[in-house]
């Protein structure tokens, strides 16, 4: 999760342009690369850490699921989509988990159909 988060974060963050402003102009090329490539940084370093975040929980509340049920089908994945999506969108409360749970249980579910 975390490499796949850095590289979204890079390609994110080549689209994004909120640093280049009048003032970003007036600086040398070399200052307008250093800033660029901090900002580059910045935002591959957190969209890394929420990928790798997304990933621990739900690679481990699968295991956790597959070991209680002591089955391996799609609903061991559907589960813990649900429960990664609440989890993630906890500080938003109530509503944002129940989205959260669908969201990511139907994302879940399709990805493991596909595979």
């Not at 988060?5 to 890079?10: K, V, Y």
């Not at 009048?22 to 690369?33: D, V």
Request: hydrophobic share 50%; glycine share 10%; aromatic share 12%.
């Amino acid at each position: 999760g975390f490499g796949l988060g850095a590289a979204i974060g890079m390609f994110m963050s080549s689209v994004d342009w909120n640093i280049n402003n009048e003032e970003f102009t007036k600086l040398s090329t070399r200052e307008q690369m250093r800033l660029t490539a901090k900002d580059m940084f910045a935002k591959s370093y957190s969209s890394a850490k929420g990928f790798a975040v997304i990933g621990a929980v739900f690679a481990s509340s699968e295991c956790v699921i597959e070991s209680f049920r002591a089955k391996h089908d799609i609903y061991n994945n559907i589960m813990s989509g649900c429960f990664a999506g609440a989890v993630m969108a906890a500080k938003s409360g109530p509503q944002s988990m129940a989205l959260g749970c669908a969201g990511f249980a139907a994302f879940s579910g399709a990805i493991e159909l596909w595979m």
